[in-house]
């Protein structure tokens, strides 16, 4: 059923009691109401003169008509709301004069479209749906938009994988690795450089890594190695986690607004700087545990990172964008939630995924200092048990997780602001 | 008896506004009863203590509902000054503005409000990037949620069609054309029904053939529309091409010099420009737009 404004259904539900008109069916009252036109008069205004050929039938909404006969000494006829005039005019007779007795307000019916609706054809089918807003259209634009946003994705990702590999961007990632690894393996290993030959070789450590039976007792096939991943990962992530509930508030509000810049910003210029080591003996003194402390000293770095990417990226808001929501009558909230938290995303994600990087960087320090596990653990134990080839396997393996976390992180910052990367799909040739 | 016969519309659509005399530089344009616009006296300084710029100085304008008031003057004169004054960005250092009557801004009341009666669109553009364009245009009634959500992209998709800018819809502002972006802007802000629609500068980065289409586009929706307009530029051609009236300002301090009535009809078109009086007009404001760009050449030489 389609909504209508409620003076329309009135107008509709008026004409569906009038005489005559009581027994169509729906339809064909819609289509009555669709051809139907609605007016106001003022007092003493004339409707229609004797002489005027009357080509509608009118119905009284409000007010009231006065209807006298031209030459005749009958007493004039008042139609009140809900009555209708002009229909014997229809009929063929003339003379008639209707004038409105104080503000009135009429609805008519062309002739055409009453004889229609009274022969029982349907009316118009097609214009009658076409301003009906049903649900289909809401539907059709959410899956079109889903389906350019994965576009959107996929472009940014840089197209199809067969493109990728016709292109030379693959090859010299890995011939970047070879290098890296074939100058390790050159200096310390072929020619044994002096000072690189304390270092263990890149064959070594590969071996170690790959080993069933490992001589220092950490490769990928002892549960150990997987327990330690374990648990840097989860404090890392319960840190970016944190760090990222806090650092966004508070780095939208230092954006925001003048009042808590001026009273927090001090306090965090000032803690930025100090070092996560310089925490260590604070962090140890004040939180119980061995997991406490170092999900702590994670999560500073990562902290900072956030809310200082955050707060430039609400400054780097163009103030039009500001003035054009007020403009056009945003609320200081809608401000808020439609200009600068969008508008900052960019800036928070970059943000982001330093955050996961730093917060890679001070679990080590953190680990190295308390705990049981972790990647950071391994490196400081296998230090002083003279285990060197472990020390680079703990070394590769935090490589490796924080490259593929940020890199987690990258994609599932494109896909929230799906708006950037189209604008940079556009911008390359 | 009332003379004069019923206005009779289709059942459901709304009233009319009350029918009101057509300002007099413009006898075609749209009846309105809202968008009178009166600067009286407005002054504007820039910096403080000795080394202010008196920016704007007694600067009076009368602008009639439903005008396209265009103000042409020399770089830096304090055009945009006024500008930002009406919308409530700025306030003045004296005088006073008012909007059909009402006091926007002068004694007792510092700053305009900012608000959706009077829209601004800005020199380079302000849709937000990270909106798709339906969503752009539907912002201002979205925000005051005036219509429900699914009548308002409806009626959005319908003012972008008749733009001709169908197929737009879910487009990235930054994905589209710098013609495309304005003439969104400009749907956008007209989805209010503004009283006053202030421009400045709005197509200045455009090459001349997007200017021209944007001019016959704004030309038309402006009919439909019939907000008043206030427009500055540069362009003299682009002022008597649009304006009811073309107000050519002073080089610093701003005021006005020379106010042209424009008096060729609307809607005007390309051959509107090879006309005589198109010509004749142009010329006229040229010269005055020269005397005072050689003024403020001078200034800028006393103070260099």
Redesign the interface.
Known sequence: MPQRPAHVQAIRVGLANVRGLSDLRSEALDAVLLAAEEGETDDGQLVYGETEPVTHLYVVQNGRIRLERVGSSAEPVRVGPGQTFGRHVLAGVRGERATSEGPSSLVRIPEAALLEALAGKPGRPQSLQAPIGGPAPAVEGATRRARAAAQGLLRSLGGNALQCLRSPAPYRRLLGYALFFGSWYLAVEAWALPHFNRLPGITEVVHEWLSKDPTFGLSIYTPEYYAHIGSSLRRVGIAFLLATAAGVPIGLGLGASTTFREYVFPVFELLRPVPIPAWIPLAILVFSGAEAPIVFLTLLASFFATALNTFLGVRSIDSKYVLAARCLGATPWQVFRHVIVPGSLPFVLTGLQISMGVAWFSIAAAEMCSGQFGLGYVINTSYTMVKFPTIVIGMLTLGVLGFLTSAIVRLLGERLVVWRARELSMERP | ??A?A???????TP?AAAVVRPHAADPDAPLRRRGAIQIVDAVKYYGVGESRVLAVDHCSLDISAGEVFVVVGPSGCGKTTLLNAL?G?HPLDAGSIHLDGELLCGPGREKAP???D???V?Q?G?L?????VLENVA??PA??GAIPR??L??RARRRLAEAGLQGYE?S?P??TSSGVKRRVEIV??LM?DPAVLLLDEPFRALDALTKAMMHEALIASYLRNGSTVFFITHDIEEAVFLGSRVAIMTSRPCRPKTILSVDIRYPRSRETVTSKRFRELVAEATTAVHEEALNAYALGEKEG
């Open positions: 008896m009332t004069g019923i206005a009779w519309r289709s059942v459901g009233r919308a960005f900012i608000g959706s009077r829209i601004v800005f380079n302000a937000f990037p990270w909106k798709t912002f201002g925000m005051r699914d009548e992209l409806e879910q990235y930054g994905e956008r802000a209010n």
